[in-house]
């Protein structure tokens, strides 16, 4: 069973026994927003992405649905789901992270999401971050985004960052102020999470 997390929680992406993951998944799932006066249900078009940062917190490559991979090829995103809906289990978005291929000079990886229409998070029934070990499938962890009465457009979700040459998770669930339609806008936000 996973591990359900809460705001400010770590964990360490690290099997008993003391082998490290590769392969983990980090998704993002939400339901579509409740139509005028409740009736019906309306498509909303969040974007999962992913900054990676250096030790001076500067931003080296990003991976969104504008660049589904990074540049060296240990990040690949699953592509864009333009409406959300779905199971409270299954992920809309998925963004996969070898670990081990990440280049040495990223030192984290910050996981936003964004609403590219422009929809505030009020109305939407349930969002969530999961991690998953690629490997056996498992859920490892599931943070759950407080999505009620939110007249916010984006959240940083949660990092995953090096320490001690071991990788841990953190959930952030930090909302964002102001217009956040692009991996561009959420950035300077995202940005003070990256030291870990």
Known sequence: MALSLSKGQKISLTKEGGAGLRRVAVGLGWGKKKGFLGLGSKDVDLDASCILYDTRSEPVDAVWFGQLR???????????????????????????????????????IVFVVNSYS???????????????????????????????????????IARVCRRDG???????????????????????????????
């Not at 864009?80 to 990440?102: C, F, K, W, Y």
């Not at 969530?128 to 490892?140: G, L, M, Q």
Request: proline share 5%; glycine share 12%.
């Open 70 to 108: 990074s540049k060296e090829g240990s990040i690949v995103h699953t592509g864009d789901d333009r409406g959300g809906g779905g199971s409270e289990s299954d992920a809309n978005e998925v963004i996969t992270v070898d670990l081990p291929s990440v280049p040495a000079h990223v030192v984290s």
């Open 166 to 196: 071991e990788w841990e998770f953190l959930a952030i669930g930090e909302r964002c102020e102001g217009q956040q339609q692009t991996i561009r806008d959420i950035e300077p936000q995202a940005r003070r999470f990256a030291q870990p």
């Open 118 to 156: 422009g929809e505030t998070f009020k109305g939407i029934p349930f969002a969530f971050c999961n991690v998953v070990d690629s490997a056996t499938n498992k859920e490892i962890a599931r943070y759950n985004l407080q999505t009620d009465g939110g007249a916010h457009q984006g959240f940083v």
